[in-house]
């Protein structure tokens, strides 16, 4: 009796509430428990027709042979050894070059080329041509010699030489006989006459003494009017 009226002088809404929770749960609880034993049947699978094609795949993988697996021992990514394979790089074509000129001095040293299998364009102007130096790289090949006359390139153990073409030798042999040529031709020389000679009148022996006025001398050259010699 004391406890139901300890239960009734301390019940409260909050207490049933919690009490009524306790009871849903413990009737869930067994509720779960007493359908344990209960079996639910699964639907069977469908089994579909293979096509003739995908027989034969299966027929092909389903027995793989030991040397595919072979594959995977070889290409290991954790192997300690392993070695990284190097791509390869497609050899460029071995250049076509045509050497037009070049300048070499103390300070400076070029040469003027052109590469026929690949010519450098531009619009208007047609084919350029390109200035290397030393250390220039043409095609794949290097520039390691510049001479007045030709210029050596290297790849590796590979090297070309290219001399200036015999067809530009001549353009650069005949230019100075060209200008020559243009120069106009001298003028010859005005053909003068010579101018006539003035007769020479030989002069009197003049006396060694003093003459006296109105005294004349021994010979005296006559004079004769009219035209003078040579003119008629």
Do not use: C, W
Request: charged residues 20%.
């Amino acid at each position: 009796m004391k406890m139901i009226r300890h239960i009734a002088r301390h019940a409260n809404l909050l207490n049933a509430l919690l009490l009524a929770i306790s009871v849903i749960v413990a009737v869930f609880v067994f509720l779960s428990l007493a359908h344990m034993d209960r079996r639910y049947s699964l639907p069977g699978a469908q089994h579909k027709t293979p096509v003739e094609g995908d027989k034969k795949q299966t027929e092909k993988g389903s027995a793989p042979t030991p040397a595919d697996f072979a594959v995977i021992g070889e290409m290991n990514l954790f192997h300690p050894e392993r070695i990284t394979p190097v791509e390869k790089k497609a050899d460029m074509p071995r250049p076509e070059l045509v050497l037009y000129s070049t300048m070499v001095s103390d300070a400076v040293q070029f040469a003027m080329i052109e590469d026929k299998k690949s010519p450098k364009t531009s619009p208007g102007r047609g084919n350029r041509q390109t200035v290397v130096k030393k250390g220039d790289v043409v095609s794949g090949f290097i520039v390691t010699g510049i001479t007045t006359d030709s210029i050596v390139l290297t790849k590796g153990n590979e090297q070309m030489e290219v001399h200036i073409s015999d067809e530009e030798k001549r353009k650069e042999q005949n230019a100075p006989q060209s200008r020559i040529g243009r120069l106009p031709a001298a003028r010859p020389a005005s053909q003068t006459r010579p101018a006539a000679a003035m007769p020479v009148i030989p002069r009197q022996n003049q006396p060694s003494g003093p003459v006296s006025p109105g005294q004349t001398t021994g010979s005296q050259p006559q004079t004769t009017r009219g035209a003078a010699p040579g003119s008629r």
